[in-house]
């Protein structure tokens, strides 16, 4: 697990968890459902939370919920980004080469979550995640965490033309794939951070930081879906403490 320092307001905790550390984290991947809830429960201990995460149901859509003290059921998980102001909610989100995306407010008065692989990208999860916090995206400050970098991450030409579509200036975070020369149709490396992290600046946000950490090429630290699609899921949780 490593947390995540000189981000955030001090009244701010922001930890991301590792494969060697904590483990999976997930209970849609096929693993030991007992075991998947003995994990979680591990870590509500060792990060000294109140209450455990309210994990939600991720489906790469642009749902946010607000997380109170009341539990969720599982149908109003279903989303994939939440945000809280509640001393007592961390806000959680799993991934394996998607991004995960904290959000504080510079006050230290709200946290939020989300997660966003291209899908979720496109369609606005993070404009909005960042519409939903009750205060000025000026005052927001974002961290993107742990995800495929772009020597990594092939996609179609429908995904490029996609993004183009909803904002020429995106042609910048494509390069063409020179290793795909010989197929049908063009093959692109996407680099989803730098996108990630141009939606934040162009929705106001105030600080966006980029971890710079691939999930990809470190097989040891994190989960990586496009180099073994049957694998785990990392955590990213941000909670404000006392």
């Known amino acids: 697990m490593i947390k995540i320092t000189g981000v955030f307001p001090d009244s701010i905790q922001a930890v991301v968890t590792t494969a060697d550390g904590a483990g999976n984290l997930a209970a849609h991947v096929g693993d030991d459902p007992a075991s998947v809830v003995l994990r979680r429960r591990q870590l509500q201990c060792q990060l000294n939370l109140n209450k455990s995460p309210q994990w939600l149901q991720q489906?790469?859509?642009?749902?946010?919920?607000?997380?109170?003290?009341?539990?969720?059921?599982r149908q109003q998980r279903i989303a994939d980004a939440c945000w809280t102001s509640d001393l007592a909610t961390s806000c959680a989100v799993l991934t394996a080469d998607c991004l995960p995306v904290l959000f504080a407010s510079q006050n230290g008065s709200q946290v939020a979550a989300a997660h966003a692989g291209w899908r979720g990208l496109l369609a606005g999860v993070l404009q909005t995640t960042v519409a939903a916090l009750p205060v000025?995206?000026?005052?927001?400050?974002?961290?993107?965490?742990?995800a495929i970098s772009q020597a990594h991450f092939q996609v179609g030409d429908e995904v490029r033309r996609a993004f183009v579509a909803a904002n020429p200036a995106f042609t910048d975070f494509f390069i063409a794939d020179h290793q795909q020369q010989n197929s049908s149709e063009p093959r692109w490396l996407c680099d989803l951070p730098a996108l990630a992290g141009a939606v934040l600046?162009?929705?106001?946000?105030?600080?966006?930081v980029q971890s710079g950490w691939c999930?990809?090429?470190?097989?040891?630290?994190w989960y990586s879906y496009r180099r073994q699609p049957a694998c785990g899921r990392m955590a990213s949780l941000?909670?404000?403490h006392h």
């Open 136 to 146: 000025p995206a000026g005052q927001l400050i974002a961290w993107i965490g742990p």
């Open 215 to 221: 999930s990809f090429a470190d097989s040891q630290r």
């Open 238 to 240: 941000i909670w404000r």
């Open 59 to 73: 489906v790469h859509g642009t749902q946010v919920i607000e997380h109170t003290t009341e539990p969720l059921t």
């Open 201 to 208: 600046i162009s929705a106001g946000v105030g600080k966006v």
